[in-house]
């Protein structure tokens, strides 16, 4: 009973709705993966928050653009960066005239004698 709506293409394989047999295969194998990693999202830890004690929360107008000192350059991205980044030295302004001393370094900087370079300690 032929009424041309049949199952075999000919060559004793099924045809399955114009998809042919690899294209089954790829949806086939996609279907499983999906379900493995569904699966697989189910037993991972939870996600943890961040200790508060350490977590800084400012309200700004608008968005910082970033945290890299040397790519920044408004006002509210330098705000968080000056709270975030520790500076080597800093400036003492009780002493008369104003000296560089040091923050987090040991010691003030080691010139050679080309002073073309230098080596600093950190604490």
């Known amino acids: 009973m ?8 000919g060559q004793g394989t ?8 690899r294209e089954f295969a790829l949806r086939a194998a996609r279907a499983l993966l999906a379900a493995g990693l569904v699966a697989a999202a189910g037993t991972c830890a939870a996600a943890t928050w961040a200790d508060p004690a350490k977590t800084l929360r400012t309200a ?6 970033g945290f890299d000192p040397a790519a920044t350059q408004d006002a509210y991205s330098n705000a968080i960066e000056a709270r975030i980044f520790d500076a080597l030295y800093e400036w003492d302004y009780l002493a008369r005239p104003y000296r ?24």
């Open 60 to 65: 700004f107008e608008i968005d910082v653009t």
């Open 2 to 9: 032929n009424d041309g709506h049949s199952m075999c293409d």
């Open 100 to 123: 560089f001393v040091p923050s987090i370094a040991a010691a003030m900087p080691e010139y050679r004698s080309s002073l073309r370079s230098w080596s600093e300690r950190s604490a």
């Open 14 to 21: 099924r045809a399955r709705s114009g998809v042919s047999a």
